[in-house]
């Protein structure tokens, strides 16, 4: 299936699941992963605390509660540190994770941010790049959309898209 791209909130799609750019504790944070414990609700960050955590590059799986999804895919992207330290690698293991959640819990759609493009620092191209290679690679038949919270991050998601990123 294309991979859809749209500039929104990601914590008002009502999809089979969302991801969120979460931090090693699950227990939310800053930029998406606050937002979407916000508009979750308490229920997200008690099943969250049950969890344990979850290592860079790892997702683990949790109920929506009160967001339109049905599900929210946690992942941990990595911090850049200068390209050196297996930072690619690591953000295409939290695609590849997070769709096998995906495929393994029978679902049909899913939404990705950008993950680790903000705080964590990771090139936006770059990161645009990785992320559509490794959907491309693993989505198999799920409906994927890429979520851009701005219209640089959404231009950056189509041109890696239409392969005008290399």
């Keep these: 299936m ?4 749209l500039q929104g909130d990601i914590t008002r799609l009502a999809m089979d699941a969302i991801v969120n750019a979460a931090n090693r504790t699950l227990l939310g944070g800053g930029g998406v992963d606050g937002a979407i414990h916000r508009a979750a609700g308490p229920g997200l960050l008690a099943e969250c605390r049950l969890l344990g955590g979850c290592p860079t590059g790892e997702a683990r799986i949790t109920a929506g509660y009160d967001l339109p999804a049905r599900h929210v895919i946690h992942t941990v992207g990595p911090v850049w540190q200068g390209g050196g330290a297996g930072e690619d690698d690591l953000l295409a293991r939290c695609y590849r994770n997070s769709l096998a959640l995906a495929h393994a819990h029978g ?31 693993h989505a198999g038949l799920l409906d994927v959309t890429l979520v851009a919270f701005d219209r640089a991050s959404l231009t950056t998601l189509d041109a890696a898209l239409d392969g005008s990123v290399r």
């Design 107 to 137: 679902l049909a759609s899913i939404a990705f941010p950008a993950i680790s493009t903000g705080i964590y620092g990771f090139p936006a191209a770059r990161a645009a790049l990785i992320a559509v290679e490794t959907i491309e690679a």
């Design 2 to 5: 294309p991979i859809a791209t």
